[in-house]
């Protein structure tokens, strides 16, 4: 049974499911490679921007999803996010702050087992929240040599994942790529 993983020396990510993602992948690589064939169709994004959701396995018994966005042919960042959902279509009647709240404690709880305690807790929108929901108003930070990795609420989206944000990507050319001439 494969685990869930982010290698804090590389920012490499094993899945559930069984697959590796290492920061160096391009989104060549990714769309060729028969192992991310589970990839859903490919989500536009504005300009050389692009998001690829695949299915990644179970942690705790929950779906996990991650999301790889690309800028160019680099991997810019994953979205990591637990449903946490009754197994029905998600919609507006099924948002729950509850619910978040709850995939926020299983996405913290996660990432301090793999790091410890997080390099900063920050505090947003301080007691605007009740007390079973007060969770989402702190997001957590870790910070490593190759980049962050956060857990966090949008509540401009009012969606709540972990993010793996590979540091100075948007600002180098990937070398000898036809599309960042």
């Not at 859903?40 to 999803?65: F, M």
């Not at 505090?123 to 957590?140: A, C, D, K």
């Not at 980049?147 to 509540?155: E, N």
């Amino acid at each position: 049974m494969a685990t869930f993983l982010i290698h804090p020396q590389a920012g490499i990510l094993d899945l559930p499911n069984g697959l590796t993602i290492t920061p160096s992948l391009t989104q060549d690589e990714f769309l060729f490679n028969p192992a991310f064939s589970q990839a859903k169709h490919q989500t536009p994004a504005s300009g050389a921007w692009s998001r690829h959701p695949i299915p990644a396995g179970t942690v705790d018994g929950h779906d996990l999803l991650a999301i790889l966005c690309f800028h160019d042919q680099r991997l810019v960042n994953i979205d990591l996010i637990a449903n946490l959902y009754p197994p029905i279509p998600k919609d507006q009647h099924q948002y729950s702050l509850d619910i978040e709240a709850a995939i926020k404690q299983l996405h913290d709880r996660l990432l301090e087992q793999m790091f410890g305690p997080p390099t900063e807790r920050l505090r947003i929108f301080p007691n605007t929240l009740p007390p079973s929901q007060s969770i989402l108003e702190w997001p957590l930070r870790w910070d490593f040599p190759w980049g962050q990795v956060f857990s966090s609420h949008d509540f401009n989206g009012g969606g709540t994942s972990i993010i793996i944000r590979y540091s100075d990507r948007t600002d180098q050319p990937l070398v000898n790529h036809p599309a960042s001439d």
